[in-house]
Nanobody, 125 residues
Framework: QVQLVESGGGLVQAGGSLRLSCAASGFTFSTVAMGWFRQAPGKEREFVAAIRWRIGIRYYGDSVKGRFTISRDNAKNTVYLQMNSLKPEDTAVYYC??????????????????WGQGTQVTVSS
């Protein structure tokens, strides 16, 4: 069955960096777009980044553009989120997700069908 397992979260000071990983199994990873979302307490789940399976085209949420980088290693069935210049407002649970289709809106969480359990990222000021 489809499984997505995130890792790499933790506590970091403002200005620091973290790299999240999401290991995928149960499907042909190399032919599927993947995304990262986050959810802070009391807030809606927010789009962070996505990467298409072909050519590696990337999309980013406005709040992380220029600081975060999404990448994938199809040989390892893993998608990554490199987070630099972290801010306290980046504190949230981060989720990776498998996208349905290739041409619909990458920022809409309803276009993702499988989700990981999430990993906590806490940025202290």
């Amino acid at each position: 069955q489809v499984q997505l397992v995130e890792s790499g979260g933790g506590l970091v000071q403002a200005g620091g960096s973290l790299r999240l990983s999401c290991a995928a199994s149960g499907f042909t990873f190399s032919t599927v777009a993947m995304g990262w979302f986050r959810q802070a307490p009391g807030k809606e789940r927010e789009f962070v980044a996505a990467i298409r399976w072909r050519i590696g085209i990337r999309y980013y949420g406005d709040s992380v553009k220029g600081r975060f980088t999404i990448s994938r290693d199809n040989a390892k069935n893993t998608v990554y989120l490199q987070m630099n210049s972290l801010k306290p407002e980046d504190t949230a649970v981060y989720y990776c997700a498998r996208k349905m289709g290739d041409y619909n809106d990458y920022r809409d969480l309803n276009n993702y069908d499988y989700w990981g359990q999430g990993t906590q990222v806490t940025v202290s000021s």
